[in-house]
């Protein structure tokens, strides 16, 4: 694959970071400021608070925000929910699963992982049993939208399991958060990870944590298990001390507060359609042009699609072909074979679509021919 720079006003089909509202770039205009000023401590402050609201959080609920991305949240997350006494259970379906497993493994978390297969749904039948069978397991961990396939998995259902076992459910939300049904409350979540840059429409650089205040002072109660990604430390700073425990990325979250203003106005619900219409004309057209998807569409989440690739069209010359015109997908993992991702995150209208469908056809006739 080329390295083929991207027009000034690329159009991004790739899963994060997406193309943004042109006020949630201007925030980033905001003056040099001293992080540990009042004005950053509001600035916290209200962040926090948008990001539990985002998440459906009541007054006993709070963000906790780190500068990195989704995958920050989720290292400082995993590695700090589980107490030396307890365990958590991976449910594993994707790339995005495994990499939960990873980090537990890298922190020594006790952990066990109950693996399905990628594109495989869930069993919840099985998920029961382990936890029925394993008493030693205090919390659940599973990936909301499984964007290395596109698939969509059952929140709610595994929230019931798990609040019935009275065991703790921990959801990497990072590719749904902002565009598909999630309610910390309703879907009993005790920990929600999101980021900045994907369905929130921000930019990159910032993730977050929306946990009961409760079980963050919980956290206290055992020696952590990292220094930077410490959760506990994180909490203290921002909810008691009203200060960053370290340097944030000023800009970056006056960028994703002004993006958590214009999701909560446009309400996830209605984002949510928004996304399901343009996936819904990707797809069509898409499988008009011979991109079959993997999964069938009941499965998918609003804003991901995975393809199978025509046998005369490979990946880099289609990715190249496509960003000389303006378009920038993205590649799946090696294990998925032959495939494209083709997202439809933040702020894309029905005229990107066609026309990043227009210079499709275009690029797989002209490579099919040429094969």
Same mark, same amino acid.
């Given at each position: 694959?080329? *390295?083929?720079?991207?027009?000034? $006003?690329?159009?991004?089909?790739?899963?994060?970071?997406?193309?943004?509202?042109?006020?949630?770039?201007? #925030?980033?205009?905001?003056?040099?400021?001293?992080?540990?000023?009042?004005?950053?401590?509001?600035?916290?402050?209200?962040?926090?608070?948008?990001?539990?609201?985002?998440?459906?959080?009541?007054?006993?609920?709070? @963000?906790?925000?780190?500068? @990195?991305?989704?995958?920050?949240?989720?290292?400082?997350?995993?590695?700090? &929910?589980?107490?030396?006494?307890?365990?958590?259970?991976?449910?594993?379906?994707?790339?995005?699963?495994?990499?939960? =497993?990873?980090?537990?493994?890298?922190? $020594?978390?006790?952990?066990?992982?109950?693996?399905?297969?990628?594109?495989?749904?869930?069993?919840?039948?099985?998920?029961?049993?382990?936890? +029925?069978?394993?008493?030693?397991?205090?919390?659940?961990?599973?990936?909301?939208?499984?964007?290395?396939? @596109?698939?969509?998995?059952?929140?709610?259902?595994?929230?019931?399991?798990?609040?019935? =076992?009275?065991?703790?459910?921990?959801?990497?939300?990072?590719?749904?958060?902002?565009?598909?049904?999630?309610?910390?409350?309703? *879907?009993?979540?005790?920990? !929600?990870?999101?980021?900045?840059?994907?369905?929130?429409?921000?930019?990159?650089?910032? $993730?977050?944590? !929306?946990?009961?205040?409760?079980?963050?002072?919980?956290?206290?109660?055992?020696?952590?298990?990292?220094?930077?990604?410490?959760? *506990?430390? =994180?909490?203290? +700073?921002?909810?008691?001390?009203?200060?960053?425990?370290?340097?944030?990325?000023?800009?970056?979250?006056?960028?994703?507060?002004?993006?958590?203003?214009?999701?909560?106005?446009?309400?996830?619900?209605?984002?949510?359609?928004?996304?399901?219409?343009?996936?819904?004309?990707?797809?069509?057209?898409?499988?008009?042009?011979?991109?079959?998807?993997?999964?069938?569409?009941?499965?998918?989440?609003?804003?991901?699609?995975?393809?199978?690739?025509?046998?005369?069209?490979?990946?880099?010359?289609? =990715?190249? +072909?496509?960003?000389?015109?303006?378009?920038? &997908?993205?590649?799946?993992?090696?294990?998925? @074979?032959?495939?494209?991702?083709?997202?439809?995150?933040?702020?894309?209208?029905?005229?990107?679509?066609?026309?990043?469908?227009? +210079?499709?056809?275009?690029?797989?006739?002209?490579?099919?021919? #040429?094969?």
């Amino acid at each position: 694959m080329n *390295h083929t720079p991207a027009p000034v $006003s690329a159009t991004l089909l790739n899963p994060g970071p997406v193309n943004v509202d042109p006020a949630v770039r201007e #925030a980033l205009a905001y003056p040099d400021v001293c992080h540990r000023e009042p004005e950053v401590a509001e600035l916290m402050d209200n962040a926090r608070a948008k990001a539990a609201a985002i998440c459906g959080g009541g007054e006993q609920h709070t @963000g906790v925000l780190l500068t @990195g991305s989704g995958t920050a949240a989720l290292e400082a997350t995993f590695a700090s &929910i589980v107490p030396p006494q307890g365990k958590i259970l991976i449910l594993d379906n994707g790339h995005y699963g495994e990499r939960l =497993h990873e980090i537990v493994s890298a922190h $020594s978390v006790p952990a066990t992982r109950l693996e399905f297969g990628w594109s495989e749904r869930f069993d919840l039948r099985e998920i029961d049993r382990r936890l +029925a069978g394993d008493r030693a397991i205090t919390h659940v961990g599973m990936v909301h939208h499984e964007t290395s396939t @596109g698939m969509l998995n059952p929140l709610s259902e595994v929230g019931t399991l798990v609040a019935r =076992h009275g065991r703790s459910l921990a959801v990497d939300a990072i590719s749904s958060l902002g565009s598909e049904e999630l309610d910390v409350c309703k *879907h009993q979540i005790d920990w !929600c990870v999101g980021t900045a840059n994907k369905c929130l429409e921000g930019l990159p650089g910032v $993730s977050f944590v !929306c946990a009961p205040r409760l079980r963050l002072r919980e956290l206290g109660r055992w020696r952590p298990r990292g220094f930077y990604l410490d959760l *506990h430390r =994180h909490f203290v +700073a921002q909810d008691v001390d009203r200060a960053p425990a370290f340097t944030p990325a000023v800009q970056i979250l006056y960028a994703f507060d002004r993006a958590l203003d214009l999701a909560l106005e446009e309400t996830v619900e209605r984002r949510g359609e928004r996304y399901a219409a343009r996936a819904t004309e990707l797809r069509e057209g898409l499988e008009r042009l011979g991109f079959r998807p993997i999964l069938a569409r009941a499965e998918m989440a609003n804003s991901v699609t995975v393809c199978e690739l025509p046998a005369e069209v490979s990946y880099p010359d289609l =990715h190249d +072909a496509l960003k000389q015109r303006g378009f920038v &997908i993205y590649a799946t993992q090696r294990r998925l @074979g032959p495939t494209v991702r083709i997202a439809n995150m933040g702020q894309l209208g029905a005229d990107d679509v066609s026309g990043f469908l227009a +210079a499709l056809t275009e690029v797989a006739g002209r490579l099919r021919a #040429a094969a």
